[in-house]
T-cell receptor, first 111, second 113 residues
Framework: AQSVTQLGSHVSVSEGALVLLRCNYS??????LFWYVQYPNQGLQLLLK??????LVKGINGFEAEFKKSETSFHLTKPSAHMSDAAEYFC?????????FGSGTRLSIRP | EAGVAQSPRYKIIEKRQSVAFWCNPI?????LYWYQQILGQGPKLLIQ????????DSQLPKDRFSAERLKGVDSTLKIQPAKLEDSAVYLC???????????FGSGTRLTVV
């Protein structure tokens, strides 16, 4: 069964530093993978999705993720963190047309 | 296009009371989902509708939760009676078939006291 594991429930980086949020998936078939962001008291907003086209996926707000089949990973990166990036980030995989979410990583940005 | 609409945004009730949430999906989206998000956790699927039929309700606590999607458009989720552990954000999402483009509403934050 498809599932995702997010490594690190909380990540803190300095403003301007690289952001790296880790996600590993388990899937018996090629998966569709997603990253969502959730700001306080708001719903989930799609950052990017992988649907078996290009392995490097570019999303909104300068984020991108790379699908690595050999490592079963789909890590989210951003070259330079901004204060407005502080939020909760969820990795997700589809299974039978449903989205299954990881437990989330809270990103904090230090001035 | 208009997003997924949910109401109310916030609700506080006492345990053993009943509560209902409403969701209006994006026009034309055949599939509708209800998720429960407990503080500090990822969203957990409660129920999935395809048009007005239930596709998956295996995670729905059917002794107290119920949901319907009359006419295949908007949907209501009900809890009766509520327990303290039902305190969570209830998210509604919709998607068009085969698109894998899921759109989420802003959610209803339920507090049971």
């Amino acid at each position: 069964a498809q599932s995702v594991t997010q490594l690190g429930s909380h990540v803190s980086v300095s403003e301007g530093a690289l952001v790296l949020l880790r996600c590993n998936y388990s899937s018996s078939v090629p998966p569709y993978l997603f990253w969502y962001v959730q700001y306080p008291n708001q719903g989930l907003q799609l950052l990017l999705k992988y649907t078996s086209a290009a392995t490097l996926v570019k999303g909104i707000n300068g984020f991108e993720a790379e699908f690595k089949k050999s490592e079963t990973s789909f890590h989210l990166t951003k070259p330079s963190a901004h204060m407005s990036d502080a939020a909760e980030y969820f990795c997700a995989v589809t299974r039978s047309s449903k989205i299954i979410f990881g437990s989330g990583t809270r990103l904090s940005i230090r001035p | 296009e208009a997003g997924v609409a949910q109401s109310p945004r916030y609700k506080i009730i006492e345990k053993r009371q009943s509560v209902a949430f409403w969701c209006n999906p994006i026009s034309g989206h055949a599939t509708l989902y209800w998720y429960q998000q407990i503080l500090g956790q990822g969203p957990k699927l409660l129920i999935q509708f395809q048009n007005n039929g239930v596709v998956d309700d295996s995670q729905l606590p059917k002794d107290r939760f119920s949901a319907e999607r009359l006419k295949g458009v908007d949907s209501t989720l009900k809890i009766q009676p509520a327990k303290l552990e039902d305190s969570a954000v209830y998210l509604c999402a919709s998607s068009s078939e085969g698109n894998y483009g899921y759109t989420f509403g802003s959610g209803t934050r339920l507090t049971v006291v």
